[in-house]
Nanobody
Framework: QVQLVESGGGLVQAGDSLRLSCAASGSTFSYYMGWFRRAPGKEREFVAAINWSADETLHADSVKGRFTIARDNARNTVYLYMNSLKPEDTAVYYC???????????????WGQGTQVTVSS
C-alpha cells in the first residue's frame, strides 16, 4: 500500500514559479510516479511522469519546457518544478503511483488528495 501527500500549491502570479512535492509512505520501489491536474470544469489530465531510476521522463506538450518532474528515492518524494506559470495552469494537482510508464490516468493505482495551484493574470 502506498499513500501519497501533495504539498506546495498556492496562489501565484503569472510568470512565477512553484515547486510541488509528493511525499510517499510505503514502498514506491519500482513504481512510476506521475503528476496530473484537473482544472475547473475539465477532465483530469496528464502533466508529467518519471520512472524509478529517474532517467526517463514524460511531459505533456502544454508544460514542456516550463515544468520538470524529478524524484528523490532516498526521501521517497517526487517533485514538480513549475516555471513561467500561466493562468491556464490553474488546477488541482495530483500525484500518482503506478506500475506502467504511461500518460493514461486509469493506469495509476495510488493517488494523493491533490494540492490547489492558482495562477492570477
Amino acid at each position: 500500500q502506498v499513500q501519497l501527500v501533495e504539498s506546495g500549491g498556492g496562489l501565484v502570479q503569472a510568470g512565477d514559479s512553484l515547486r510541488l512535492s509528493c511525499a510517499a509512505s510505503g514502498s514506491t520501489f519500482s513504481y512510476y510516479m506521475g503528476w496530473f491536474r484537473r482544472a475547473p470544469g475539465k477532465e483530469r489530465e496528464f502533466v508529467a511522469a518519471i520512472n524509478w531510476s529517474a532517467d526517463e521522463t514524460l511531459h505533456a506538450d502544454s508544460v514542456k519546457g516550463r515544468f520538470t518532474i524529478a524524484r528523490d528515492n532516498a526521501r521517497n518524494t517526487v517533485y514538480l518544478y513549475m516555471n513561467s506559470l500561466k493562468p491556464e495552469d490553474t488546477a488541482v494537482y495530483y500525484c500518482a503511483a503506478g506500475r506502467i510508464f504511461t500518460t493514461t490516468t486509469s493506469a495509476y493505482t495510488y493517488w494523493g488528495q491533490g494540492t490547489q495551484v492558482t495562477v492570477s493574470s
